[in-house]
């Protein structure tokens, strides 16, 4: 028979993205807000930031050579948890908080789990709550923008929960210095337009869906607005969004391939509720700032919204 008829096992349809090239494009896309970062706060930023980059990369080749297993390091995907690590802590940090949160984001987070592909919570976020459990003091100190001296500024979201301010003209802010990363706050989550720069552009490669970000965005916001300290319907509505951490984390870790759901309606679900736990933490709870750990909660949430909103196989009723 000149044709032959070939059967493999799936998939049987592939493409050109590769792992390695989707982790560095997502690195690329948080470049501007490293930059913004090193601008804003100055050199001590791009200490923290090559610090936890140079762990984390360190941590998995020596967790890898120790196991026998292949060196992967260039996959791209140490550095992002590096990076992103890296952005979600304050500039003023000493050099062992990023040295201990990269080895434990690597070691305890995603190669105790069986490496990339395999672990159930982001990496860097995990990082984070254990440094914030472990550290609080140096975790909840931050420098103030523009300044040469490590003059200590608390975060918008910070002054609001002790009550000493009600709105965004007692701070001294306005929508403008929010945007651009005139606050206090981590070094890569302070300036919103380089974060949306790099948001723009996963969205425009197709690296990432809208359901997650938008579902994340829109749920605080509006639950921000209805139920304000100042009474139903008169919360500050972009103040909610553009004050912490939350365009990062809707972007760049709400949207993680490994710990999110896999299909549109199981993101949109992930966001939505993330936002609805970042809310009660900030509104009722004791710590300012709720976007990490929403996330957290949700990652662990994540079998269960799989299986919920799982695609009905073809041919096969809905009934059954």
């Known amino acids: 028979m000149a044709d032959k008829l070939y059967v493999g096992v799936s998939p049987h349809i592939h493409s050109r993205e590769s792992v390695s090239k989707v982790m560095w494009a997502v690195c690329l896309a948080l470049i ?18 090559l610090i936890s980059i140079l762990s984390c990369v360190c941590t998995e080749a020596l967790i890898q050579k120790s196991r ?38 690597i070691a305890v987070c995603k190669q ?16 984070r709550a254990f440094l914030l459990a472990s550290w609080p003091k140096q975790m909840t100190g931050f420098t103030k923008p523009f300044s040469l001296d490590a003059i200590s500024s608390a975060t918008p979201l910070v002054i609001l929960k002790e009550q000493s301010a009600k709105s965004l003209s007692d701070l001294g802010l306005s929508y403008g210095d929010l945007f651009l990363g005139r606050r206090g706050g981590c070094l890569g989550e302070v300036c919103v337009i380089a974060l949306l720069l790099g948001a723009a552009y996963l969205l425009w490669k197709g690296y990432i869906w ?25 919360g500050d509505f972009l103040f909610s969004i553009l ?3 939350l365009i990062l984390g809707a972007f760049f870790m709400a949207t993680d391939y490994v710990t999110t759901p896999l299909t549109k309606k199981g ?15 900030r509104r009722f709870g004791g710590y300012p700032e709720g976007v990490s750990y929403s996330i957290l909660m949700m990652n662990a949430a994540v079998p269960l919204i799989d ?12 009934n059954r």
Not at 68 to 95: E, Q, R
Not at 212 to 231: C, D, E, H, K, Y
Not at 267 to 281: E, N, T, Y
């Open 243 to 245: 004050s912490g951490g």
């Open 112 to 127: 105790a789990f069986g490496g990339l592909g395999a672990n159930i919570f982001n990496p860097a976020l995990a990082a």
């Open 307 to 318: 299986r919920w909103v799982r695609p009905r196989r073809y041919g096969v009723s809905k």
């Open 68 to 105: 026998g297993k292949k060196i992967t390091i260039a996959d791209g995907s140490a550095v992002l948890t590096g990076l992103l690590l890296a952005y979600n802590l304050s500039s003023s940090v000493p050099f062992w908080i990023p040295l201990a949160g990269g080895i434990f984001a």
């Open 32 to 49: 501007p807000s490293g930059i913004a970062g090193v601008f804003i706060f100055g050199l001590s930023a791009l200490r923290v930031i």
């Open 267 to 281: 993101q949109l679900v992930f966001g939505i509720g993330c936002g609805l736990i970042a809310f009660v933490i």
């Open 210 to 234: 809208p359901q997650a970000p938008a579902g994340f965005i829109l749920s605080l916001g509006f639950l921000s607005w209805v139920f304000s300290p100042q009474g139903f319907f008169k």
